[in-house]
């Protein structure tokens, strides 16, 4: 794919959080996929969820990429790093400039808003005037939501999976969890890249009991020796898990990122009421959901549908739980498909 390459944009004007701090400049790191062909390119807007990056077609292989629906032969993709996030975009682990430290823990919190914002600054400086379809899953869909209301006009089409409109109750204490997993690491707010790093395990272990659901663990990781009395193939499944993410990934990012989902509500400061709000999103939008999602269950998109004026949702099947947003890419394409051909205008 042409252009993929990890790129940065920095801003070095000061950018004002929406609890009121600032950060004096931010950096954006992002990819581009397809090639630009001016105003009347076609471009797609991917949004990635908590622990994801700005490769897009490496995340939603199956879904993005040379030869899949979101194909760069035929649109201009462009996926960016979130605010807060270790992949190259401004957060916990870069430096601030003020001090020439990294921030650590001194680094302010930031809403899905705030993310937003950040995208629409990349948006601009990248000349893109009419975005064809913004797209995004979990965490993803909320950045999705946000952009749609606060860009009405630059937004065409909008295609959310496995997402809702304001955090859950069920997701807030799922995340109190998680940080209080990673608060109990005596490491925990030491200034070092690796404090946190037991804790961040526990968390993912955590996350992953939500991912996922009851079926898929008993299909998958059930031990089939009824003498076993330790070492059972779930646990090292969750440890494995575990220490994936804990290489990958940072812990004061993942503290500060569930903290942003928490705060999502998508009619904070604009009156308090979630329906008006919904019906105030004018575009299509397809709206997709897991059956087996016992993280943001099919309620929540439902709830979408009933209350977005040009909303369609498609339940699909899926073993996977929450992770099926990732997995079924062949179901997403087929629907997504459909719903774009139906929507050709």
């Not at 030869?67 to 190259?88: H, M, Q, R, T, W």
């Not at 302010?108 to 629409?120: F, G």
Request: net charge neutral; hydrophobic share 40%; with cysteine.
């Amino acid at each position: 794919m042409r252009n993929n390459q990890l790129k940065y944009f920095e801003s070095k004007q000061p950018f004002v959080l929406e609890n009121g701090a600032v950060l004096p400049e931010i950096t954006i790191a992002y990819r581009t996929y397809g090639v630009w062909k001016g105003a009347d390119t076609k471009v797609v807007w991917v949004c990635h969820a908590l622990t994801a990056n700005a490769d897009c077609a490496d995340w939603w292989k199956g879904l993005v990429g040379e030869g899949y629906l979101i194909d760069p032969e035929k649109y201009f993709i462009v996926c960016a790093n979130i605010l807060g996030s270790c992949y190259g975009t401004t957060g916990p682990t870069s430096m601030n400039p003020e001090n020439q430290q990294t921030y650590f823990s001194d680094f302010p919190s930031v809403t899905i808003r705030d993310m937003v914002n950040a995208h629409i600054l990349l948006r601009k400086h990248l000349g893109i005037e009419q975005i064809f379809l913004l797209m995004g899953g979990s965490m993803g869909g909320y950045q999705v939501l946000e952009w749609a209301v606060m860009e009405r006009s630059c937004i065409q089409k909008i295609f959310l999976i496995a997402t809702s409109p304001s955090e859950s109750a069920w997701g807030v204490a799922v995340h109190t969890a998680q940080r209080l997993a990673i608060e109990a690491d005596h490491t925990w707010k030491n200034k070092e890249m690796n404090a946190g790093t037991a804790g961040l395990k526990a968390a993912r272990a955590i996350g992953m009991l939500t991912y996922r659901n009851y079926g898929i663990f008993q299909q998958a990781q059930t031990d089939p020796d009824p003498e076993k009395i330790d070492d059972f193939k779930a646990s090292s499944y969750i440890h494995y898990q575990g220490e994936k993410l804990v290489k990958r990934f940072n812990a004061y990012s993942y503290w500060l990122l569930t903290k942003s989902m928490d705060s999502h509500h998508l009619a904070r400061g604009r009156g308090g009421d979630l329906i008006l709000t919904l019906k105030s999103i004018p575009q299509p939008v397809l709206i997709m959901g897991i059956k087996s999602d016992i993280l943001c269950p099919v309620d929540e998109q439902r709830f979408m549908k009933e209350h977005m004026p040009n909303a369609s949702l498609v339940e699909i099947d899926s073993t996977y739980g929450h992770d099926g947003f990732i997995i079924e890419t062949a179901q997403i394409s087929h629907h997504l498909n459909e719903w774009l051909i139906a929507n050709r205008k």
